[in-house]
């Protein structure tokens, strides 16, 4: 029987890998040391897979995309650094266990050629959001397979019983599994955010945290919308997707570190096996 071992939220400003900050990663230095020893842990943990899931993407209102390619690739191109990539295979017996048992409990989920995504204006290739943590993952660990999974705008309670269908579909299995749930928090912590500042991005950033070291992942199950908007949060989907895998395991939540030295939160955070 397969297992989740360890699961972790990852922030993914492109800044924070050296090739790309060129020196300004050391302003976000407690993000930057806490995703070093997060991903040193995750080398000791040892996944045979890790699942990613990400806010950046392809999105849909009413479809959860999973990438079903054979392999998983991309490169930080947009951000200057075209050279800078990252490639994987893709763990495709699992990902079609996943989108077996939600389409089972009716949640619309799967992938989507390459022709239609071209459509829409979306690409099959890993987004920042996966790429950030993989990033500082493959600098301690090489081998494992991936699942990469985006977020859609599914109700909150629907994306945490997601989740429960990738426990279900791990449980089923052989795998040795880390969770990597990607995600900034709010976007308007301070005034040093491109984005402007609101009173809201430092009340949502503080709920999200405090949730997290006691426990009471399920309180955000129910969080105010007009909270999450002022806030301009990020990761908020993948998150809940990830609680809902942990359900009904007892795990251990380490806060690594929280800054926003960009005006954006980052926040590090492993939930271990008890």
Known sequence: MG????????????????????????????????????????????????IVTTPHGPFFQDYLYLSTNSNLSGNFARFGRKDVGLEFENNLQ??????????????????????????????????H???VPLYFINKELQGFSLIHISIAGFTLDMLHKFGKCISSAVKDSDERVVFVASGDL??????????????????????????????????????????????????????????????????KPQVYSYEAPFGIGYC?????TK
């Open 268 to 272: 590090v955070a492993r939930f271990g």
């Open 129 to 131: 959001g996966a790429l």
């Open 186 to 251: 709010s976007h308007r912590v301070n005034e040093n955010s491109p984005y402007g500042s609101s009173p809201l991005g430092s009340k949502f950033d503080n709920l999200l945290v405090e949730s997290i070291r006691a426990s009471k992942y399920n309180d955000l199950l129910n969080i105010d919308e007009k909270l999450c908007e002022g806030a301009a949060e990020c990761g908020l989907r993948s998150f809940v997707i990830m609680f809902g895998a942990l359900e009904g395991s007892e795990v």
């Open 3 to 50: 297992s989740i071992i360890s699961s972790y939220i990852f922030p993914h400003p492109p800044v924070l890998i050296p090739e790309v900050g060129k020196g300004d990663e050391n302003n976000a230095i407690l993000t930057l040391d806490s995703c070093r020893k997060a991903s040193s842990e995750i080398k000791q943990d040892n996944p045979t897979t890790i």
């Open 94 to 127: 699992l990902l079609d266990k996943i989108i077996h048992n939600a389409n089972k409990e009716g949640i619309d989920a799967g992938g989507m050629d390459k022709k239609t995504l071209d459509r829409y204006g979306l690409s099959d290739e890993l987004d």
